[in-house]
T-cell receptor, first 113, second 114 residues
Protein backbone atom coordinates (compact mmCIF):
# COMPACT_ATOMS: atom_id res chain seq x y z
CA UNK A 1 0.00 0.00 0.00
CA UNK A 2 0.88 3.68 -0.02
CA UNK A 3 3.35 4.93 2.56
CA UNK A 4 5.36 8.02 3.47
CA UNK A 5 8.66 7.99 5.33
CA UNK A 6 10.07 11.18 6.77
CA UNK A 7 13.09 11.88 8.87
CA UNK A 8 12.81 11.23 12.55
CA UNK A 9 12.82 14.15 14.88
CA UNK A 10 13.04 16.11 16.89
CA UNK A 11 15.16 18.56 14.94
CA UNK A 12 16.65 21.57 16.71
CA UNK A 13 18.27 24.40 14.77
CA UNK A 14 19.50 27.87 15.47
CA UNK A 15 17.70 30.83 13.95
CA UNK A 16 18.81 31.57 10.35
CA UNK A 17 20.09 28.01 9.83
CA UNK A 18 19.30 26.02 6.69
CA UNK A 19 16.56 23.44 7.06
CA UNK A 20 16.05 20.14 5.28
CA UNK A 21 13.43 17.59 6.29
CA UNK A 22 13.62 14.46 4.19
CA UNK A 23 10.53 12.72 2.84
CA UNK A 24 10.26 9.70 0.57
CA UNK A 25 7.14 7.89 -0.55
CA UNK A 26 5.88 4.61 -1.93
CA UNK A 27 2.74 4.68 -4.06
CA UNK A 28 1.32 3.28 -7.25
CA UNK A 29 0.84 5.73 -10.07
CA UNK A 30 1.61 9.40 -9.67
CA UNK A 31 0.33 10.77 -6.39
CA UNK A 32 0.09 14.39 -5.39
CA UNK A 33 2.47 15.36 -2.60
CA UNK A 34 1.98 17.75 0.30
CA UNK A 35 3.65 19.27 3.29
CA UNK A 36 1.36 20.17 6.19
CA UNK A 37 2.42 22.08 9.30
CA UNK A 38 0.94 21.79 12.78
CA UNK A 39 1.57 24.62 15.23
CA UNK A 40 1.13 23.91 18.96
CA UNK A 41 -2.50 23.36 19.89
CA UNK A 42 -3.76 23.77 16.36
CA UNK A 43 -4.92 21.64 13.47
CA UNK A 44 -2.87 20.95 10.38
CA UNK A 45 -2.43 23.64 7.73
CA UNK A 46 -1.34 23.10 4.17
CA UNK A 47 2.17 24.49 3.68
CA UNK A 48 2.78 23.55 0.05
CA UNK A 49 1.96 20.95 -2.54
CA UNK A 50 3.08 19.54 -5.90
CA UNK A 51 0.94 17.53 -8.26
CA UNK A 52 3.35 16.16 -10.85
CA UNK A 53 6.99 15.24 -11.36
CA UNK A 54 9.48 18.13 -11.22
CA UNK A 55 6.86 20.52 -9.82
CA UNK A 56 8.19 22.76 -7.07
CA UNK A 57 5.83 23.80 -4.31
CA UNK A 58 6.72 26.90 -2.32
CA UNK A 59 5.24 29.01 0.45
CA UNK A 60 6.54 31.23 3.27
CA UNK A 61 10.14 30.61 2.18
CA UNK A 62 9.73 26.83 2.22
CA UNK A 63 10.24 24.77 -0.93
CA UNK A 64 9.94 21.15 -1.98
CA UNK A 65 10.43 19.54 -5.39
CA UNK A 66 8.57 16.43 -6.58
CA UNK A 67 11.32 13.99 -7.58
CA UNK A 68 9.82 10.98 -9.28
CA UNK A 69 13.15 9.27 -9.93
CA UNK A 70 14.01 9.22 -6.23
CA UNK A 71 10.37 9.19 -4.98
CA UNK A 72 11.19 12.11 -2.73
CA UNK A 73 9.71 15.45 -1.68
CA UNK A 74 12.22 16.99 0.72
CA UNK A 75 11.28 20.20 2.52
CA UNK A 76 13.84 23.02 2.57
CA UNK A 77 14.13 26.55 3.88
CA UNK A 78 17.14 28.76 3.57
CA UNK A 79 16.88 30.67 6.85
CA UNK A 80 14.55 29.46 9.58
CA UNK A 81 12.91 31.63 12.20
CA UNK A 82 11.69 30.92 15.71
CA UNK A 83 8.13 31.14 14.37
CA UNK A 84 8.82 28.09 12.17
CA UNK A 85 8.87 25.86 15.25
CA UNK A 86 6.13 23.29 14.63
CA UNK A 87 5.52 19.69 13.57
CA UNK A 88 5.82 19.09 9.83
CA UNK A 89 4.02 16.27 8.03
CA UNK A 90 4.73 14.96 4.57
CA UNK A 91 1.70 13.40 2.88
CA UNK A 92 0.52 11.96 -0.40
CA UNK A 93 -2.84 11.65 -2.10
CA UNK A 94 -3.42 9.04 -4.75
CA UNK A 95 -5.20 10.23 -7.88
CA UNK A 96 -8.68 8.89 -8.40
CA UNK A 97 -8.92 7.64 -4.87
CA UNK A 98 -11.04 8.74 -1.95
CA UNK A 99 -9.12 11.98 -1.30
CA UNK A 100 -7.38 10.21 1.57
CA UNK A 101 -4.12 11.75 2.71
CA UNK A 102 -1.46 9.22 3.67
CA UNK A 103 0.82 10.90 6.22
CA UNK A 104 4.32 10.38 7.46
CA UNK A 105 4.92 10.27 11.19
CA UNK A 106 5.77 13.96 11.49
CA UNK A 107 8.97 15.82 12.33
CA UNK A 108 9.06 18.18 15.28
CA UNK A 109 11.17 21.24 14.54
CA UNK A 110 12.41 23.61 17.23
CA UNK A 111 14.23 26.81 16.35
CA UNK A 112 16.27 28.45 19.09
CA UNK A 113 17.12 32.16 19.02
CA UNK B 1 -14.23 33.13 8.85
CA UNK B 2 -13.88 29.89 6.90
CA UNK B 3 -13.22 27.13 9.34
CA UNK B 4 -13.74 23.61 10.60
CA UNK B 5 -14.89 23.41 14.21
CA UNK B 6 -14.81 20.43 16.54
CA UNK B 7 -16.35 19.89 19.94
CA UNK B 8 -15.32 19.11 22.53
CA UNK B 9 -11.64 19.99 22.35
CA UNK B 10 -10.81 17.78 25.31
CA UNK B 11 -12.69 14.80 26.68
CA UNK B 12 -11.94 12.28 29.38
CA UNK B 13 -14.36 9.39 29.60
CA UNK B 14 -14.64 5.82 30.84
CA UNK B 15 -14.69 2.57 28.94
CA UNK B 16 -18.07 1.79 27.40
CA UNK B 17 -19.70 5.20 27.75
CA UNK B 18 -21.00 6.30 24.36
CA UNK B 19 -19.75 9.62 23.10
CA UNK B 20 -20.01 11.86 20.05
CA UNK B 21 -17.44 14.30 18.73
CA UNK B 22 -19.02 16.92 16.52
CA UNK B 23 -17.49 18.43 13.40
CA UNK B 24 -18.89 21.31 11.41
CA UNK B 25 -17.59 23.28 8.41
CA UNK B 26 -18.90 26.55 7.01
CA UNK B 27 -17.30 26.36 3.57
CA UNK B 28 -19.99 24.31 1.79
CA UNK B 29 -17.45 21.54 1.24
CA UNK B 30 -18.66 18.24 -0.16
CA UNK B 31 -15.88 16.07 1.24
CA UNK B 32 -15.29 15.47 4.95
CA UNK B 33 -13.06 13.04 6.78
CA UNK B 34 -11.94 11.95 10.25
CA UNK B 35 -8.35 11.12 11.19
CA UNK B 36 -6.70 10.01 14.38
CA UNK B 37 -3.17 11.04 15.29
CA UNK B 38 -0.99 8.77 17.38
CA UNK B 39 2.69 9.15 18.30
CA UNK B 40 4.96 7.45 15.81
CA UNK B 41 2.06 6.68 13.45
CA UNK B 42 1.18 10.06 11.97
CA UNK B 43 -2.47 10.57 11.02
CA UNK B 44 -4.65 7.70 9.88
CA UNK B 45 -8.04 8.01 8.23
CA UNK B 46 -11.02 6.60 10.14
CA UNK B 47 -14.01 7.42 7.90
CA UNK B 48 -14.77 9.75 5.06
CA UNK B 49 -17.78 11.18 3.26
CA UNK B 50 -17.94 12.28 -0.36
CA UNK B 51 -21.29 13.99 0.11
CA UNK B 52 -24.51 13.95 2.13
CA UNK B 53 -25.62 10.42 2.96
CA UNK B 54 -22.44 8.96 1.41
CA UNK B 55 -19.89 7.62 3.89
CA UNK B 56 -17.23 4.93 3.74
CA UNK B 57 -14.52 3.33 5.84
CA UNK B 58 -10.98 4.57 5.94
CA UNK B 59 -7.98 2.64 7.21
CA UNK B 60 -8.93 2.29 10.88
CA UNK B 61 -12.77 2.26 11.16
CA UNK B 62 -13.18 -0.37 13.90
CA UNK B 63 -15.04 0.96 16.91
CA UNK B 64 -16.28 4.13 15.19
CA UNK B 65 -19.44 5.25 13.40
CA UNK B 66 -20.22 8.37 11.42
CA UNK B 67 -23.21 10.00 9.80
CA UNK B 68 -23.65 12.73 7.20
CA UNK B 69 -27.22 13.97 7.29
CA UNK B 70 -26.31 17.55 6.45
CA UNK B 71 -23.53 18.87 4.28
CA UNK B 72 -21.90 20.91 7.03
CA UNK B 73 -21.84 18.31 9.83
CA UNK B 74 -19.96 15.05 10.17
CA UNK B 75 -20.08 13.68 13.73
CA UNK B 76 -17.84 10.85 14.93
CA UNK B 77 -19.54 8.37 17.24
CA UNK B 78 -17.86 5.95 19.62
CA UNK B 79 -20.59 3.55 20.73
CA UNK B 80 -18.45 1.79 23.34
CA UNK B 81 -15.09 3.52 23.74
CA UNK B 82 -12.05 1.52 24.79
CA UNK B 83 -8.63 2.67 26.04
CA UNK B 84 -7.04 1.97 22.64
CA UNK B 85 -9.18 4.77 21.24
CA UNK B 86 -7.31 7.30 23.36
CA UNK B 87 -5.95 9.61 20.70
CA UNK B 88 -6.02 13.04 19.09
CA UNK B 89 -8.81 13.29 16.52
CA UNK B 90 -9.00 15.64 13.57
CA UNK B 91 -11.86 16.41 11.25
CA UNK B 92 -11.05 17.69 7.76
CA UNK B 93 -12.97 18.96 4.76
CA UNK B 94 -12.25 19.88 1.16
CA UNK B 95 -14.32 21.33 -1.67
CA UNK B 96 -15.01 18.21 -3.70
CA UNK B 97 -13.58 15.19 -5.32
CA UNK B 98 -11.16 15.40 -8.21
CA UNK B 99 -8.59 17.63 -6.59
CA UNK B 100 -6.08 17.56 -5.17
CA UNK B 101 -7.68 20.30 -3.19
CA UNK B 102 -6.38 21.59 0.09
CA UNK B 103 -7.91 19.82 3.05
CA UNK B 104 -8.90 22.10 5.93
CA UNK B 105 -8.42 20.65 9.39
CA UNK B 106 -10.22 21.36 12.62
CA UNK B 107 -8.29 22.16 15.82
CA UNK B 108 -8.45 18.61 17.12
CA UNK B 109 -10.16 16.73 19.95
CA UNK B 110 -7.99 15.06 22.54
CA UNK B 111 -9.81 12.00 23.85
CA UNK B 112 -8.75 9.95 26.85
CA UNK B 113 -10.58 6.70 27.63
CA UNK B 114 -9.85 5.20 31.05
Amino acid sequence: GDSVTQMEGPVTLSEEAFLTINCTYTATGYPSLFWYVQYPGEGLQLLLKATKADDKGSNKGFEATYRKETTSFHLEKGSVQVSDSAVYFCALMRRGGNEKLTFGTGTRLTIIP
Amino acid sequence: EAQVTQNPRYLITVTGKKLTVTCSQNMNHEYMSWYRQDPGLGLRQIYYSMNVEVTDKGDVPEGYKVSRKEKRNFPLILESPSPNQTSLYFCASSPQRGGPYEQYFGPGTRLTVT
